[in-house]
C-alpha cells in the first residue's frame, strides 16, 4: 500500500526521514505530504519540496487530512504525541514513532488504541530502543520458536559515553559537562544519568521478549551519578568495566530460567571480555540470551539523526509492503519480582582500623549475604580507605540490607555503593 | 495463510525445526505434514506425530502433493537440493532452506525461478548464514534508505574454533583433530578450512548488501591452513587477533565507497578491540558499515540443531503471516576487483644475516608496497627466523608479485605468507 505520510515534527530526526526518503529510497511507496512543526519560521536543516509536501503548524491539519494514511511521530514528549498517535491510530492511520518514553508509560493505552483502531494499522517503533540497532523487528520475529531467558542492554549512549570518559580517569564532574558541551546531554541531565531512558527502553524490550508489560514504577532504577575512579580501579582489578545497563531476566528458582522477571536498570561490573564491555563511545547493544541461541548480541549507534532516521525508514517500507507484524507480542501472565539477584560489588569507605573486616562479615551474615572477595587498592590516606566486597549471588533487598548495616558502624564515612556484577559469558 | 509443510531432510536440523514447530510455536498457521528422509528405517532424533505427520523416503510424495504449500530444504548438498528448490517454486510452494552453497552457486537459477513461480511464493533463507544470526532479515530490511560500504563477517565456527585454539599455543594439525573430535569439523574439513564455506556465505551477504550477484570464481579465497603459531605471535604484539573474515567492501578511487566492489576471504590480522576481535569459540558475527549508521554487528551463534533450526521457523512464521519480504535486492550495476586493497601483514622466513632489510625493501620498492614496520620477536635459531612486514595500504597483486619477489632471495626459505591487516574501528 502506497504510504502518503504526515510527520509531525520537523527537528533533527524528521529531517534525516524526509532527506532519506526522498533521496535514498525515492519510491512510489512511500511519500512524505505533509510536515507539522511547531514554529514555520525557523530556519530549517532541510529543504522540503513544495510541489510534493506542505509545511504547518497545525497538528490536525495532519490528524484530519484523510488522504494521509500514515503518521511519523518524532516529536517526542508524552503529553501532546500520546494525544497525535492515539488519534492517528483512533483515525486507522498507521503510526510510526520513536518515542520511548511514551510507549513505556502509556502502553496498555497505545495497545487498547491499536486493537480497536479501524483497518487494523500498523504501530511501528523500531527507532525507539537503541537508534540504529534493529532489536525490535529481532524480538518481534526471531525468537517465536524460542524461550528468552535474559534481554540486557546498553540501550543509552550519553552515559556510555560518560562512562567510557571515566574509566579513561575523568571525574563525572568533568565528563558531564564535557557531555553537554557535545551536545549528548541535555542541559537537565536527570534522564540519562539516573537512569529513566534506559528504564522506559528496558521495558520495551521485556514486554517483547515475555510479553509482559512492566509498569516503569516496578523498575529498580540506579544511574551512573555515585560511580566513582574509585570504582573503576577496581573494576579493573576485577577484569571488568562499568556499564549502565537495563536487564529483563527469569531468575532462576529451580536452576532453570523458570522464576519471576526482574526488570531493574543498574550500573553494572562487566567482564571486559564481555560483549557488553566492549562498546565504546556513545554506542549502543542488546544481548539476549534464549534456549535456542545461547547469547546473541547486536551492536550500533544508539543514537543520532541518520541512525534513528534509518530505523524509521525501514519500518515505513515494511509498512508499505504489507510485511510490518504486531507491534507486540501475546500478553503473557509472569511473576514479576523487583528484588532481582545477582552477584554484587559493594563499595565501602572508612577510616582505616582494627577489626574492620570482622563487622563487615557481621553485617553480611546478618543481612544473609555470602562474601566471596574483599579486594583493598593501595591506601594512600589511612583516614581515607575505599574497599571493595564482592557477594555470591545475593537478592538486591539483601545487600542493600547490608549497605544499611554497614552505614551503621562507626569507622564508616560514607553511605555503602553497590552494582551487580554481570556473569561472564559461557 | 496456514502453511502446510513438507520437510525435505530429517536430520539434526530438521529435528530440531520438528521439534520447535510443534513443541515451541504450536500454532495453526505452520503444521509439518510430510517428511522425506532418505532411509525410513534409520533411528531419529525426534519423535514424529503420525496424527499430523507422515514420513516419505520419495521426494516428489512432497513435491507433486498439492495440499503441501511450503517446502523446507534441509538435505543439504547442491545436486538433489538445487531440483527439490526449483521443483517446489515451479509449483509455487513457499520454499525455506538452510543451503547456503546452492543458494550461492546457482543465483541467478534460483532469483529465475522465483520470479516466474506461479503465485508468488516466498524464497526464505535466514538459516543460510551465520545460523541464529538474524543477518538475512536485517539485510533485507534494514538498509534500505542506507548506503552500505562494507560488510564483513566469521561465517565459519569450526575455522573461529580452531583460530581461538592456536590463539592459546596448540598447532593448527592438534586443533584441526579436536574439532573434527568434537564433531564441529568433517572428516574432509576442506570446505571450513580453505574457506570455501565462508565464500558462499559472503556471496550472499554481498548480494544483499549491494544488489550484485558474485560469482564464487571471483572471490579470492585464502583458507587457514598456512595460518602458524608464528602469525600469532606477532598478532599479539601487533594488538591483534587472527580471524577468517568473508569482505564485501567498496573500495575508495575518490577517499569515499564509491569504487568497485571487492570480495575476499582470508585470515585476517583483526584488532582486538574490533568487535570481530572478541568472537570466541564456534561464535559468528556480522559487522555492516554504512552511511547513516556507521557501524553495526551481529553476533550469536553460527550453527547448531537449535540457531539453525529457529532461524528457519523464523522464515516460517513470517510467511505464515504475510510478512515475508522479497528475497533479493534489486539488482544493481556494480564494478567487481578481485584485486582486493588493504593494508598487509608478511611474515618471511630466512636464515639471519646481512643485508636482508635492503633486499625485502627491493622488493617491496619493484611491487610498488610501501612499508609500514618491520617486526622481529626473539631469535632463537638463526637459521629458521620469521620476521614480519607490515604495508600501507597495497593491492592484493602488489603483495602477491612482492611475496614473488622475495621467494627468490637466496635467503628466504619458505614461501612467504601474507594476511590482510582489518582497519581499526572509528
Given at each position: 500500500m502506497a504510504l502518503r505520510i504526515g510527520m509531525i515534527g520537523g527537528g533533527t530526526v524528521g529531517g534525516g526521514v524526509y532527506d532519506l526518503l526522498t533521496r535514498r529510497v525515492s519510491s512510489?511507496?512511500?511519500?512524505?505530504s505533509k510536515i507539522c512543526v511547531r514554529d514555520l519560521t525557523k530556519p530549517r536543516s532541510f529543504?522540503?519540496?513544495?510541489?510534493?509536501?506542505?509545511m504547518t503548524d497545525k497538528i490536525d491539519d495532519v490528524l484530519n487530512d484523510d488522504t494521509l494514511n500514515c503518521v511519523v511521530e518524532v516529536m517526542g514528549g508524552?503529553?501532546?504525541?500520546?494525544?497525535?498517535v492515539l488519534r492517528a491510530l483512533g483515525k486507522g492511520k498507521h503510526v510510526v514513532t520513536a518515542n520511548k518514553a511514551l510507549i513505556a508509560e502509556?502502553?496498555?493505552e497505545i495497545q487498547a488504541a491499536i486493537s480497536s483502531a479501524p483497518g487494523g494499522p500498523s504501530f511501528a517503533y523500531e527507532a525507539a530502543v537503541c537508534g540504529g540497532i534493529p532489536?525490535?523487528?529481532?524480538?518481534?520475529?526471531?525468537y517465536e520458536g524460542d524461550v528468552v531467558t535474559s534481554v540486557?542492554?546498553?540501550?543509552?549512549?550519553?552515559?556510555?559515553f560518560m562512562l567510557c570518559k571515566m574509566e579513561g580517569g575523568e571525574d563525572y564532574g568533568e565528563v558531564l559537562k564535557e557531555a553537554q558541551d557535545l551536545g549528548f546531554a541535555e542541559a537537565d541531565p536527570t534522564a540519562d544519568v539516573e537512569g529513566h531512558d534506559v528504564r522506559a527502553k528496558i521495558s520495551i524490550l521485556a514486554k517483547l521478549a515475555y510479553g509482559v508489560t512492566v509498569p516503569i514504577s516496578a523498575i529498580p532504577t540506579k544511574g551512573i551519578s555515585s560511580v566513582t575512579s574509585v570504582d573503576f580501579e577496581y573494576a579493573k582489578s576485577m577484569g571488568c568495566t562499568i556499564k549502565l545497563i537495563g536487564t529483563a531476566a527469569r531468575t532462576s528458582e529451580h536452576g532453570e530460567h523458570d522464576g519471576p522477571l526482574s526488570v531493574y536498570v543498574a550500573p553494572k561490573m562487566v567482564p571486559i571480555t564481555h560483549v557488553m564491555g566492549g562498546i565504546g563511545g556513545a554506542g549502543n547493544a542488546v544481548a539476549v540470551t534464549s534456549e535456542n541461541m545461547g547469547?546473541?548480541?547486536?551492536?550500533?549507534?544508539?543514537?543520532?539523526?541518520?541512525?534513528?532516521?534509518?530505523?524509521?525508514?525501514?519500518?515505513?517500507?515494511?509498512?508499505?509492503?504489507?510485511?510490518?507484524?504486531?507491534a507486540f507480542p501475546k500478553s503473557a501472565e509472569l511473576e514479576l519480582s523487583t528484588d532481582y539477584e545477582s552477584a554484587f560489588y559493594i563499595r565501602i569507605s572508612i577510616s582505616d582500623g582494627l577489626g574492620i573486616i570482622k563487622s563487615v562479615g557481621a553485617c553480611a551474615e546478618k543481612s544473609g549475604v555470602s562474601i566471596s572477595q574483599i579486594l583493598q587498592n593501595t591506601i594512600s590516606d589511612r583516614e581515607a580507605v575505599d574497599f571493595c566486597v564482592t557477594t555470591e549471588v545475593a537478592l538486591l533487598s539483601?545487600?542493600?540490607?547490608?549497605?544499611?548495616?554497614?552505614?551503621?558502624l562507626s569507622f564508616v564515612k560514607k553511605e555503602p555503593s553497590y552494582m551487580p556484577i554481570q556473569e561472564k559469558p559461557e
Open positions: 512510489p511507496l512511500a511519500t512524505v529543504t522540503v519540496d513544495p510541489q510534493t509536501c506542505t508524552t503529553g501532546i504525541a500520546k494525544d497525535v502509556h502502553l496498555p532489536i525490535i523487528n529481532t524480538l518481534q520475529t526471531c540486557m542492554g546498553i540501550c543509552n549512549g550519553t552515559t556510555n547469547m546473541a548480541a547486536y551492536t550500533g549507534p544508539g543514537a543520532g539523526r541518520y541512525p534513528t532516521a534509518n530505523s524509521i525508514v525501514a519500518d515505513v517500507m515494511r509498512i508499505a509492503r504489507g510485511n510490518q507484524g504486531e539483601q545487600v542493600k540490607m547490608m549497605c544499611e548495616e554497614l552505614k551503621g
